[in-house]
C-alpha cells in the first residue's frame, strides 16, 4: 500500500489564475500518472448478521404500504398512507427476471435470489424499486399470440418482485410497456402492418390502445400468487407508468408514416376544423400557406416536419399554423393520458399514483414545458436524465469493448449537466426514472453525494438510479454474456452503490433542507402552443442508447434568460396554463452565484464548479466531493477532511439522529474510484461527431473482475467532545479492526484505514 504523506490541516486557497489553471488542467489531462495503490473488492456475500454496525433497514416500514397507498400532499410531495412524508430513494432492478433468459459463458454464474436482494437494498438505504417490464404478448416465445394475449412470464417477474420487496418495506414504480420493443404480428389487424416502429402510436392507434387495456386489467387485476392480493389492491405500488420514452413531440414522430400517419393527419384535420369551426376558416388563419401532402379534399393535412417546432416560431399564418399543430400533437397526448387515468381509476380500481410519461423532446426550449403539460392527468412527472461523456466504439451503446474512446467528465466540473436540475410543474412531485454515472465514466463516486444534496434542495421526489441484474454486488462482466466486454449499465459497483448508505440517510431523513423557490415562471397554454422561449430550460437530457446527433440537429447552444445556476441555488418551479396576467417570480441569483461558486439559498452546499469542489454542510450531515488534486483541504463546520487522493467523496453523517457535534455515533463514508482488474487505458485526443476535439481516453484493455478500488489517503477530523474510538466496517457493514484516534481538545482526528469505505466513530 501506498500512501502519501499527508501534512497537517491547514486552510487551503481556492484561487488561482484562470489561465494558469486552464494550462495546468489541460497538461494534466493527458499525462501519465503513476498508478494509484489499489485494494481488491471482494466483499463477502451479506448475511445480513445482527452483529451489524451500519443498517438502514429500519428507515423503511416493516412493510411497505402498511400505512396505505403512497399520496400527494398539498405542496406536492409524497407522502406515506398515514401522511408522513417521505422521499425514496430508489433503483432499478431486473433480478429475478433474467431467468427467462439463458445466461451467456461470460456471465457471473453466482446466485441471484430476491429475498436477498431485497434485504441487501434496505441495509443500503433503498426504499423504492422500479421494474421496467415490457407486458405485451412476446412473438419469439409465443408467434401464435393473440394481441389481447399478456407476457405471462413478465406478468410472474413483477408478482415476484414486488412480493419480495413489500416484505423489506420497498415500494415498487412499475413501468410495464415500452415502444421500442413492442412487436406486432401480421394478423393483428394493426394499420401500417408488422414491420414498423411503435413509437408514437399508443397515443392515437385505437387497436393498440384497446388490446392495451386488455393487458393491464389482466396485469392489475388477476392476484398476485405471492402476495394473495392484486396490484391494484397493493399499497406497496407507489407508482405506475403509463408508458416509458414515447412522445410525439420527440424525432421519432417523423418515423410514423404510411397508414398510421395518414390516421394522424386525418385527427390533425378535425381537430382543427373543431378549433375554427371549418377548414376553411382555419386556411384563412394560417394566410393560405399550403404544405407539401395537404389533401383537405381527402379529410387530411400534413404534420410539418419536428425539426421546424425546434426553430423560432416565424410571424404570421405559417406560424399559427405551427402552433396549431403544437397544440395537436400536445392535446393527443394529454387525451390519451386522460382516458388511461380514467380507465385505471373507474375501471380497474387503481389508487396506486399514476405517471404518465418520462421522457424529453426535440427541442427542450421550444417543447419542454409542452411536454410537461400533457402529463397533468397523472399525479406524477418523471425524466430518464443520465450522466456521462463522450463514448465512441462500435458497441457504445451497451457495452465497454478494447479500443473504445471515453471522455471521464464529472459533474463538479459541470454542474449544469446535474440530471436533477429539473424544472417542476408547481404543486406536482417529479421523479428521475432512470440515471447514473455510466461507465467508464470515473467519477460515480460524486453521484450518490451530489443526488442526496441538490435533489433534497430543490424537493426531486425520487432518483431511481439504473440499473442492476444482480442481487448485491455486480463484478466487473460482459456486457451481455457472449462478447468479451465490460457491461456499462450498472450502478451496483463499489464507488456508486458503495455510496449509498450515507446519501440515501442523509436524503431520507431530511437532513438537507429543501429551499425557497428561486424561480416561479407563469406560462400560458397560448405561450405553449407558440413555443415561446421560457425563462429557463432543463439542458438537454442524456441518454447514450438514443442521443446520436442531437448535437448536430439543435444546432448552436442557446441560452435561457435566466442563468442555468438557479437550478442549483434553489426550486425551478413553472405553472402550466397560467392566468395571462400572473407574473413570473424570479430571485436575484447574485446573492447567491459569482463567476466560480454557487451555493444552494439554504446556505448549506456550496460548489465550486472551476475547482471541482462541492460542500454540505447541515447540522447531521457534512461532505466534501472534490477533486482533491485542486483543493486537498476543507473545513467544515464540524467535519475537517484532507485527502491526497485525486478524487472521491467523503460524508460525515449522524446515526443517532443528533447534530454531528454532539453525536455519540457517527458514520464516515469515503468512496474513490474503481476500475476491473487489469483495466489500462492510454490519453489520446478524440474527434467530435460536428467537429471539435476533447482530451479523453482509449481503452487497451477492459479487464475483469475482481474490482480495484483506489486506497483511501484521507485524514478527517471531527470537533465534538463526545467521540472517543473508531471502528473500520466491512462491505455489509460488520465490525473489522479499530482505527487509531487522536484527540486535540474538542477535536479528535483520524488517519482513514486502507480498503475500506465505511468507520463508525462513537
Same mark, same amino acid.
Given at each position: 500500500m501506498k500512501i502519501n504523506r499527508i501534512?497537517?490541516?491547514?486552510?487551503?486557497?481556492?484561487?488561482?489564475?484562470?489561465?494558469?489553471?486552464?494550462?495546468?488542467?489541460?497538461?494534466?489531462?493527458?499525462?501519465q500518472e503513476v498508478p494509484p495503490s489499489t485494494w481488491?473488492?471482494?466483499?463477502?456475500?451479506?448475511?445480513?448478521?445482527?452483529?451489524?454496525?451500519?443498517?438502514?433497514?429500519y428507515l423503511n416500514e416493516p412493510v411497505a404500504g402498511q400505512a396505505g397507498f403512497v399520496q400527494v400532499n398539498q405542496q406536492g410531495r409524497f407522502v406515506l398512507g398515514n401522511g408522513q412524508p417521505v422521499r425514496f430513494w430508489a433503483v432499478n432492478s431486473s433480478v429475478g427476471h433474467e431467468s427467462q433468459w439463458p445466461r451467456g459463458p461470460l456471465w457471473p454464474q453466482g446466485l441471484n435470489d430476491l429475498a436477498h436482494h431485497a434485504r441487501f437494498l434496505a441495509k443500503r438505504g433503498v426504499n423504492m424499486v422500479r421494474q421496467h417490464r415490457q407486458i405485451s404478448p412476446n412473438l419469439t416465445t409465443h408467434p401464435d399470440a393473440?394481441?389481447?394475449?399478456?407476457?405471462?412470464?413478465?406478468?410472474?417477474?413483477?408478482?415476484?418482485?414486488?412480493?419480495?420487496?413489500?416484505?423489506?418495506?420497498?415500494?415498487?414504480?412499475?413501468?410495464?410497456?415500452?415502444?421500442?420493443?413492442?412487436?406486432?404480428?401480421?394478423?393483428?389487424?394493426?394499420?401500417?402492418?408488422?414491420?414498423?416502429?411503435?413509437?408514437?402510436?399508443?397515443?392515437?392507434?385505437?387497436?393498440?390502445?384497446?388490446?392495451?387495456?386488455?393487458?393491464?386489467?389482466?396485469?392489475?387485476?388477476e392476484k398476485n400468487p405471492y402476495t394473495g392480493l392484486s396490484l391494484a389492491q397493493d399499497p406497496s405500488l407507489a407508482v405506475f407508468q403509463l408508458q416509458n420514452e414515447d412522445s410525439l413531440l420527440f424525432w421519432t414522430v417523423n418515423a410514423i408514416q404510411g397508414p398510421q400517419r395518414e390516421a394522424l393527419e386525418r385527427r390533425f384535420a378535425n381537430f382543427v376544423r373543431t378549433k375554427y369551426g371549418s377548414l376553411d376558416a382555419a386556411w384563412n388563419a394560417w394566410g393560405h400557406s399550403p404544405v407539401k401532402g395537404d389533401q383537405p379534399a381527402a379529410g387530411r393535412l400534413a404534420l410539418i416536419d419536428i425539426w421546424q417546432l425546434t426553430q423560432p416560431p416565424p410571424q404570421g399564418g405559417a406560424g399559427q399554423r405551427m402552433a396549431d399543430q403544437t397544440e395537436f400533437y400536445a392535446r393527443t397526448m394529454h387525451d390519451f393520458n386522460r382516458e388511461m387515468v380514467d380507465y385505471l381509476r373507474q375501471e380497474l380500481g387503481l389508487k396506486s399514483l399514476i405517471n404518465a410519461g418520462n421522457w424529453k423532446t426535440a427541442s427542450a426550449e421550444r417543447l419542454g414545458d409542452v411536454e410537461r403539460w400533457s402529463y397533468l392527468p397523472g399525479d406524477v412527472d418523471a425524466v430518464n436524465h443520465y450522466f456521462g461523456g463522450v463514448h465512441q466504439g462500435e458497441n457504445n451503446g451497451w457495452a465497454i469493448s478494447q479500443g473504445d474512446r471515453f471522455t471521464s467528465d464529472s459533474a463538479l466540473l459541470q454542474p449544469h449537466r446535474l440530471p436533477v436540475n429539473l424544472k417542476q410543474t408547481q404543486g406536482r412531485p417529479i421523479m428521475v426514472t432512470e440515471s447514473a454515472w455510466v461507465l467508464p465514466n470515473t467519477h460515480g463516486a460524486e453521484g450518490p453525494f451530489l443526488v442526496a444534496a441538490y435533489t433534497s434542495l430543490s424537493g426531486v421526489a425520487a432518483y431511481h438510479w439504473f440499473a442492476t441484474d444482480h442481487d448485491g454486488w455486480a463484478p466487473p462482466h460482459s456486457a451481455n454474456g457472449y462478447l468479451p466486454s465490460q457491461q456499462k449499465w450498472t450502478y451496483a459497483t463499489p464507488e456508486t452503490l458503495g455510496s449509498f448508505p450515507a446519501a440515501a440517510l442523509a436524503y431520507r431523513r431530511g437532513d438537507i433542507r429543501t429551499g425557497q423557490p428561486v424561480l416561479l415562471e407563469q406560462r400560458t397554454l397560448s405561450s405553449l402552443w407558440q413555443r415561446q422561449s421560457p425563462r429557463i430550460f432543463e439542458g438537454a437530457s442524456f441518454d447514450p442508447n438514443r442521443d446520436t446527433g442531437d448535437g448536430a440537429r439543435n444546432g448552436k447552444t442557446i441560452r435561457s434568460a435566466i442563468s442555468p445556476d438557479a437550478f442549483l441555488a434553489g426550486p425551478v418551479q413553472v405553472r402550466l396554463g397560467a392566468d395571462p396576467v400572473s407574473a413570473t417570480y424570479a430571485a436575484d441569483l447574485a446573492a447567491w452565484t459569482d463567476k466560480d461558486r454557487i451555493r444552494a439559498n439554504t446556505g448549506e452546499i456550496v460548489l465550486d464548479h472551476r475547482l471541482g469542489v462541492a460542500t454540505v454542510d447541515t447540522p447531521r450531515t457534512q461532505?466534501?466531493?472534490?477533486?482533491?488534486?485542486?483543493?486537498?483541504?476543507?473545513?467544515?463546520?464540524?467535519?475537517?477532511?484532507?485527502?491526497?487522493?485525486?478524487?472521491?467523496?467523503?460524508?460525515?453523517?449522524?446515526?443517532?439522529?443528533?447534530?454531528?457535534?454532539?453525536?455519540?455515533?457517527?458514520?464516515?463514508?469515503?468512496?474513490?474510484?474503481?476500475?476491473?482488474?487489469?483495466?489500462?487505458?492510454?490519453?489520446?485526443?478524440?474527434?467530435?461527431?460536428?467537429?471539435?476535439?476533447?482530451?479523453?481516453?482509449?481503452?487497451?484493455?477492459?479487464? #475483469?473482475? $475482481?474490482?480495484?478500488? +483506489?486506497?483511501?489517503?484521507? &485524514?478527517?477530523?471531527?470537533?465534538?467532545? %463526545?467521540?472517543?474510538? =473508531? @471502528?473500520?466496517?466491512?462491505?455489509? #457493514?460488520? $465490525?473489522?479492526?479499530? +482505527?487509531?484516534?487522536?484527540? &486535540?481538545?474538542?477535536?479528535?482526528?483520524? %488517519?482513514?484505514?486502507? =480498503? @475500506?469505505?465505511?468507520?463508525?466513530?462513537?
Open positions: 501534512r497537517p490541516f491547514r486552510t487551503c486557497s481556492w484561487r488561482t489564475g484562470g489561465a494558469a489553471w486552464a494550462l495546468l488542467l489541460a497538461v494534466a489531462a493527458h499525462a481488491t473488492f471482494t466483499p463477502e456475500r451479506d448475511r445480513f448478521q445482527a452483529g451489524a454496525l451500519l443498517d438502514l433497514r393473440a394481441l389481447t394475449d399478456i407476457n405471462e412470464a413478465e406478468r410472474d417477474a413483477i408478482w415476484r418482485m414486488v412480493a419480495a420487496m413489500r416484505k423489506q418495506g420497498i415500494y415498487t414504480t412499475l413501468s410495464p410497456y415500452w415502444g421500442v420493443p413492442m412487436k406486432f404480428a401480421k394478423n393483428w389487424g394493426i394499420a401500417g402492418g408488422n414491420k414498423q416502429s411503435a413509437l408514437g402510436l399508443l397515443f392515437f392507434d385505437e387497436t393498440l390502445q384497446a388490446a392495451y387495456k386488455v393487458w393491464l386489467k389482466k396485469l392489475l387485476l461532505g466534501v466531493a472534490a477533486h482533491f488534486q485542486r483543493a486537498p483541504q476543507h473545513q467544515l463546520s464540524t467535519l475537517g477532511v484532507r485527502s491526497g487522493n485525486r478524487f472521491g467523496a467523503v460524508m460525515a453523517v449522524s446515526l443517532d439522529d443528533k447534530p454531528l457535534n454532539q453525536s455519540r455515533s457517527v458514520l464516515l463514508q469515503y468512496a474513490t474510484q474503481s476500475r476491473p482488474t487489469g483495466w489500462r487505458d492510454k490519453p489520446v485526443t478524440l474527434t467530435l461527431e460536428g467537429g471539435g476535439t476533447a482530451p479523453g481516453w482509449e481503452i487497451e484493455s477492459f479487464g #475483469g473482475a $475482481p474490482w480495484k478500488v +483506489v486506497q483511501p489517503e484521507l &485524514e478527517v477530523s471531527l470537533r465534538n467532545p %463526545r467521540l472517543r474510538r =473508531a @471502528t473500520a466496517l466491512d462491505m455489509n #457493514g460488520m $465490525p473489522l479492526a479499530a +482505527v487509531p484516534v487522536k484527540r &486535540e481538545g474538542d477535536t479528535l482526528r483520524l %488517519r482513514f484505514p486502507p =480498503a @475500506t469505505m465505511y468507520v463508525v466513530v462513537r
